[in-house]
């Protein structure tokens, strides 16, 4: 059976800026996707090309096999939910709701029927008589969202939808949106530059950068084998050091000229080691540390402190559950400690 959505080989330059360049990617029926990246990285340029608001220049979107490259956006059969809400200020809640069945011809009293069905699935069944603007911040965003859904779409496109909300509601509107993704089964593709929203939320997470799609992968994936240094350094916190494999069974990392037991064999010739700041431990065990340093700044959170160390070379993250311990300031000397396992190999490029 064929995918859902297939891009194949999409490319778009505005002017000489090469924003989409050859992109393909495969998305499967009632799967939540997160197009995941910095500003500028094509990100809604590729939303918007799937959309119909722009046209590639080159390469193919299908839907179901079916080539959907040359219909309008109205024909596709899919929706939008945009950053703004888009909501009509002098139209009911029900009005904005029902407005696109009326426009594909349903009756006044199915459209209604329709839009009552629809929001009381966002969890709106009582605020149909209201205007959009007697609703909070986030009901906005759920009447939008069922104004997208009340067509039944195959997929749905969201372009940065909670990015007007603040921290808080953002985060419940992030888990609700999940649920509510899950309990209809309609695809979702979801543009965010947060990769905590991404993490949160996704199936799927494409991670995205100038033009070009990096890595695809499930949350875990992309943080615990990230396939660039790009994707390590935007997904969350990560220590570099440069290696070398020798044939034995060891890596010498350039950090301290310390060689670590390395049990794969495959590992790639030379590289950089990825170590995450909750895989390095503070050690005042000789034995057990492996790389000492001197302590430059330590962060508190509260659940949790960042102690960066200097190490001669570079400075480290060293991440610490709960308020760093009394002593360890500025200027303090620490081992590190980690267990050879947690780093992750980037082999160069040939
Ligand atoms: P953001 O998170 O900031 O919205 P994005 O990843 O969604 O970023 P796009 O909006 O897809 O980025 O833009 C990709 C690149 O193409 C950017 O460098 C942008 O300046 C450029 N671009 C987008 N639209 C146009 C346009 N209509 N004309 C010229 N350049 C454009």
Avoid: W
Wanted: aromatic fraction near 6%; include cysteine.
């Amino acid at each position: 059976m064929s995918a859902l959505l297939t891009i194949d080989g999409v490319s778009m330059r505005f002017g000489a800026y090469q924003a989409l360049d050859r992109i393909g990617l495969e998305v499967q029926q009632g799967e939540f996707v997160a197009l995941l990246g910095p500003s500028g990285c094509g990100k809604t340029t590729l939303l918007r090309s799937i959309a119909g608001f722009l046209k590639p220049e080159s390469g193919r979107i299908l839907i179901e096999g079916q080539d959907i490259s040359r219909l309008a956006a109205h024909h596709r059969p899919l929706n939008t939910v945009f950053q703004n809400y888009a909501l009509f200020p002098h139209m009911s809640v029900l009005e904005n709701v029902a407005y696109g069945p009326r426009r594909q011809g349903a009756s006044r009293s199915e459209a209604a029927a329709r839009a009552r069905a629809a929001l009381d699935m966002v969890g709106l069944a009582d605020f149909g008589p209201r205007y959009p603007r007697e609703m909070s911040g986030g009901q906005q965003q759920r009447v939008a969202l069922a104004r997208a859904i009340v067509n039944q779409p195959k997929l749905l496109l969201l372009d940065e939808p909670l990015s007007a909300l603040d921290l808080k509601l953002r985060k419940r509107m992030q888990l609700e949106l999940k649920h509510l993704q899950a309990k209809l089964g309609i695809a979702f593709i979801f543009v965010t530059h947060d990769q905590e929203e991404a993490m949160t939320m996704a199936d799927k997470v494409v991670v995205m950068h100038a033009g070009k799609i990096e890595q695809v992968g499930t949350g875990t994936d992309i943080y615990r084998q990230p396939a660039t240094r790009f994707v390590a350094e935007f997904i969350g916190d990560a220590n570099f050091m440069a290696y070398s494999a020798s044939g034995d069974g060891t890596l010498l990392l350039d950090a301290q000229g310390l060689r670590v037991p390395f049990g794969n064999l495959a590992a790639p010739a030379r590289g950089v080691a990825v170590l995450r700041p909750e895989d390095l431990r503070l050690s005042d065990d000789a034995a057990a540390a492996r790389l000492t340093g001197t302590v430059t700044d330590v962060i508190n959170v509260g659940s949790h402190s960042m102690i960066h160390v200097d190490i001669g070379e570079q400075t480290v993250v060293a991440r610490h559950g709960g308020i760093a311990p009394s002593g360890l300031g500025p200027g303090a000397v620490t081992g590190l400690a980690f267990e050879p396992e947690s780093l992750h190999l980037i082999g160069e490029r040939p």
